[in-house]
């Protein structure tokens, strides 16, 4: 099938925005099309939706501590993005993003940003003013003129009641840029 992800592997990352109760949605889509997928979920991220369907979704323990250890394994903080093709941080805080753009670690998810060295795609998510703002707009600046891919985020209706770009790109959207970065390069499991 032309859509074939088996052999792929990506780290879902999921931050602390509203638009977090979509990422399972993500998930879905590419495990359907053969992608392993491991989630990892900020602690803010847990305000809005809980580990359960990623794990359901994906088959795979949803990180969320970095201090997580598992016993005589290797350590998440490193070792889980090393293994991916791919890291897709859907939704992407503005708080994620300054801590991205800032190269701070400390969390789990902003830590394995750190240590990858596979493509990062980030889809922002946030109030239109918050998107807006100068801050934002520079570290976002930052972090593509490293490299990492933007996705949205789209105008549209904003949970905060407002209207404006801020809103997250459609998970099938995503889904399908996840895949396109994917199958530029063979999976990695097969390099
Ligand atoms: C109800 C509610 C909705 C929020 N939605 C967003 C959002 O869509 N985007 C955003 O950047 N921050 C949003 N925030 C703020 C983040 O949750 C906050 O900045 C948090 O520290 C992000 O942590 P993280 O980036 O580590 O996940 C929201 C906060 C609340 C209380």
Redesign the pocket.
């Known amino acids: 099938m032309a859509n074939d992800l088996t052999g792929y592997e990506v780290v879902l990352g ?7 109760y979509k990422a399972p949605s993500i998930a879905s889509a590419l495990v359907q099309r053969g992608c392993g997928v491991t989630a990892v ?5 847990m ?2 939706i809980t580990p359960l369907p990623f794990r359901a979704i994906t088959g795979r323990k949803v990180h969320t501590d970095m201090f997580d250890l598992p016993a005589g394994g290797s350590d998440p903080h490193i070792h889980l993005s090393q293994s991916a093709d791919l890291l897709v941080i859907a ?9 991205l753009a800032v190269g701070l670690a400390g ?1 789990l ?2 830590c394995l940003c750190l240590s990858a060295d596979c493509p990062l795609l980030i889809a ?4 239109n003013q ?1 998107w807006a703002h100068p801050a ?1 707009q520079a570290n976002v600046k930052t972090l593509t003129s490293r490299g990492v891919q933007l996705i949205g985020p789209d105008e549209g209706w ?3 009641g407002s209207t404006g770009p ?1 809103r ?1 790109s459609e998970p099938p959207a995503i889904a399908a840029r996840v895949a396109e970065l994917l199958l530029t390069n063979p999976p990695r499991s097969k390099t």
Do not use: H, W
């Not at 979920?41 to 991220?45: D, F, G, I, K, Q």
């Not at 992407?92 to 300054?98: E, M, W």
């Open positions: 999921v931050s602390g925005g509203i638009a977090a979920l900020t602690r803010a991220a305000e809005f939704p992407a805080t503005a708080d994620l993003i300054a801590q969390e998810l902003p922002p998510a946030m109030n918050m934002v904003l949970a905060c801020g997250m």
